[in-house]
C-alpha cells in the first residue's frame, strides 16, 4: 500500500513539472541588443580586466554588424593633502565615450559619454599592495558599472537609422 501511494505521489510529482521553463535561459542577451554581433576597440586609459569584461557584456562576434569604439578618459583630483603633501583623499573621475557604428550602413548610428567616480584613499606613503589591489577594484568596478548603462541605453535606440546621415 504504501509503495503505491509513494509510487503515484512521484509520478504526480513529475508530470507536474514537465513543463517547467526557466526565464533565465540566456541572461546577457535579454537586453542587449548587440550581444555577439560587435567587434569592440579600446583607446585612452587601460583598465586591467576591462577587455574581459567587454568580451563578457558583448561576446565574441558572430557576424560583425556593429564595431563599438570605446574611448576611456581620466582625471585624478587631489581633494586631501597632508601638510607634509602626502595625498590622503584622491577623486577619479573615469569618461567612457561609446561610439557605436553599423558596419552594413557604414555610419554612427549612437553616441554615448558616461562618466563614473570614486574616491581613492591611499593607506600609506609607499608602497602597498592592499592599497594598489583596492584601487585596481574601484577602476574594475567603474568600468563594469559603465558598461552596464551603456547596454541599458541602448534599450529603446534604433540602431538601423544613422545619425550622421546628412
Keep these: 500500500m504504501f509503495s503505491k501511494i509513494y509510487l503515484i505521489s512521484i509520478l504526480l510529482f513529475l508530470t507536474s513539472c514537465s513543463n517547467l521553463e526557466f526565464v533565465y535561459k540566456n541572461d546577457l542577451n535579454l537586453n542587449n541588443p548587440i550581444y555577439k554581433k560587435t ?14 569584461q567587454n568580451l563578457r557584456y558583448f561576446g565574441e562576434y558572430d557576424q560583425e554588424l556593429y564595431k563599438l569604439v570605446i574611448d576611456i578618459g581620466e582625471e585624478k583630483t587631489k581633494r586631501s593633502v597632508k601638510s607634509n603633501q ?3 583623499k584622491l577623486d577619479y573621475k ?3 565615450k561609446y561610439q557605436l557604428l553599423n558596419n552594413n550602413k557604414n ?11 570614486f574616491t581613492f ?6 608602497y ?3 592599497s594598489d589591489q583596492s584601487l585596481i577594484n ?7 558599472n559603465n558598461l552596464q548603462q551603456f547596454i541599458d541605453s541602448l534599450s529603446g535606440i534604433d540602431l538601423e537609422t544613422c545619425i550622421n546621415e546628412n
Design 128 to 130: 602597498n599592495f592592499g
Design 107 to 117: 555610419c554612427i548610428v549612437y553616441n554615448k559619454q558616461i562618466i563614473s567616480r
Design 121 to 126: 584613499e591611499p593607506r600609506s606613503a609607499g
Design 39 to 52: 567587434s569592440f576597440a579600446l583607446s585612452g586609459l587601460e583598465i586591467q580586466s576591462f577587455y574581459a
Design 94 to 96: 573615469l569618461t567612457f
Design 86 to 88: 602626502a595625498i590622503s
Design 138 to 144: 574601484l577602476y574594475n568596478q567603474a568600468g563594469r
